[in-house]
């Protein structure tokens, strides 16, 4: 069966957005490719004249329908498969897809999940800890100077995702694990590694971050993270008898 892009299953989330206007201009680069759900995380200023005058009447069920949340675990507990968009790369922040390549791959994740794309505050990006929520990672091109405004990355990914949204392909992809189902079991593994002295105490987090890379690449379904936290529990329990049956031969 042929299968487009579902852009109503597409949410944009800004994070510790500083200035309205960018808002406005962000919702508007969001209206013309036809996207039309927008969270803000945290925003430091909210202003519904300041956010309509960049942009634009046109703009205006957008910039009314946003939801505002203060906490992103939170705010991308529902979704599927989220993205983090970044112009800083490193060690710790792989740019795992181009804009173009990775709207490809949301054609068939977009058919049962939904998905959600991170952008960074206005002058310093999305941070480490932001990123270590996110399955994928994409960076725009650019040349010597790489830092866009906040409203122009967003157009450019939502102009891409509109670009897959009208081109068919014959595949989709089942539901994956919600980010509240994928938290609760890195935080089971968390425990039950640091339990058996597998996760360096020093600095777990890192190690953690590691973890959750390669299941990113896994896309869990919610039916595969449910096995992995009942491998956790069988662990736990193993354990934890084993402990008593020491305990009870020192006796």
């Known amino acids: 069966?042929?299968?487009?892009?579902?852009?109503?299953?597409?949410?944009?989330?800004?994070?510790?957005?500083?200035?309205?206007?960018?808002?406005?201009?962000?919702?508007?680069?969001?209206?013309?490719?036809?996207?039309?759900?927008?969270?803000?995380?945290?925003?430091?200023?909210?202003?519904?004249?300041?956010?309509?005058?960049?942009?634009?009447?046109?703009?205006?069920?957008?910039?009314?329908?946003?939801?505002?949340?203060?906490?992103?675990?939170?705010?991308?507990?529902?979704?599927?498969?989220i993205v983090g968009t970044t112009a800083r790369l490193g060690t710790h922040r792989p740019a795992m897809a181009a804009p173009e390549s990775l709207a490809e791959k949301l054609v068939d994740i977009s058919q049962n999940n939904e998905v959600a794309i991170l952008f960074g505050p206005e002058d310093k990006g999305l941070s480490n800890e932001h990123l270590q929520y996110c399955h994928t990672i994409t960076t725009i091109p650019t040349s010597e100077f790489s830092s866009l405004n906040l409203a122009q990355a967003v157009l450019i990914v939502c102009y891409e995702i509109f670009k897959a949204s009208i081109i068919h392909t014959d595949s989709s992809i089942p539901r994956l694990a919600?980010?509240?189902?994928?938290?609760?079991?890195?935080?089971?593994?968390?425990?039950?590694?640091?339990?058996?002295?597998?996760?360096?105490?020093?600095?777990?987090?890192?190690?953690?971050?590691?973890?959750?890379?390669?299941?990113?690449r896994m896309q869990l379904r919610a039916r595969e993270v449910r096995l992995i936290r009942g491998i956790c529990r069988q662990i736990d329990w193993y354990t934890d008898k084993r402990l008593k049956d020491i305990k009870g031969s020192d006796e």
């Open 178 to 216: 919600n980010s509240f189902e994928l938290e609760g079991m890195y935080a089971h593994l968390s425990g039950i590694l640091t339990k058996i002295g597998y996760l360096n105490p020093q600095n777990p987090d890192l190690w953690m971050l590691y973890v959750r890379r390669f299941f990113s």
């Open 1 to 81: 069966m042929e299968a487009v892009l579902k852009k109503e299953n597409i949410t944009i989330i800004l994070i510790d957005t500083q200035i309205p206007e960018n808002i406005g201009a962000a919702a508007r680069a969001m209206n013309n490719m036809g996207i039309e759900r927008l969270i803000l995380v945290n925003p430091k200023w909210i202003d519904r004249g300041r956010m309509l005058k960049s942009g634009t009447i046109h703009s205006e069920r957008i910039i009314d329908n946003i939801e505002i949340i203060n906490d992103l675990k939170e705010a991308i507990g529902r979704f599927g498969y």
